[in-house]
């Protein structure tokens, strides 16, 4: 997103110099975790709902619903936990962020702002992460040092998308 804000400020002919700001640090809240195994994050790979047979439990305290697929619709391999990019587990982390830092959302050609705001006061914003892992990934979830960074998405911002559910 600064890159491509960036590449704008460049075709107008002008140049931009970046450095790194000190703010306030936010406040993050957990509201909610969820765990899903059989599903990704990319919404249309999933299918319909009725293609899975779904089944509930809980992994490290978080609820966790298993999608698997029914028999026709099954294409897996048991070789494919294998791969790298095999990545079964979809979590799902709904946080309360309270920040300086404005988040809003424009429209294309960056005119208007759809919704949000620019002005000075403190705001929170409800935000749904989510990433698809492998499972030993899920050990990354403990608090060390030096842990690789899972690739979070945002999946929704302040409900407007209703919570973006995996299935129509």
Request: hydrophobic fraction near 35%; proline fraction near 4%; include cysteine.
């Amino acid at each position: 997103m600064v890159g491509s804000s960036v590449d704008r400020i460049h075709f107008h002919g002008l140049d931009i110099e970046m450095a790194n700001l000190t703010v306030e640090q936010p406040s993050i809240k957990v509201l909610k975790v969820e765990i899903n195994h059989g599903i990704n994050f990319e919404r249309d790979s999933n299918g319909s709902e009725d293609r899975y047979n779904v089944s509930t439990s809980s992994i490290l305290g978080a609820p966790t619903t298993y999608y698997t697929p029914k028999e026709e619709f099954d294409t897996r391999h048991w070789l494919d936990c294998f791969e790298d990019d095999h990545r079964p587990y979809n979590i799902c982390v709904t946080t309360m962020i309270e920040s300086p830092m404005k988040l809003y959302v424009q429209n294309q050609n960056y005119s208007s702002i759809l919704f949000g705001s620019k002005d000075e006061e403190s705001v929170k914003n409800v935000v749904r992460f989510e990433a698809n892992v492998r499972g030993i990934d899920l050990f990354n979830i403990l608090p060390i040092d030096n842990k690789k960074s899972l690739d979070w998405k945002i999946t929704d911002f302040n409900d407007i998308m209703n919570g973006n559910p995996h299935f129509e």
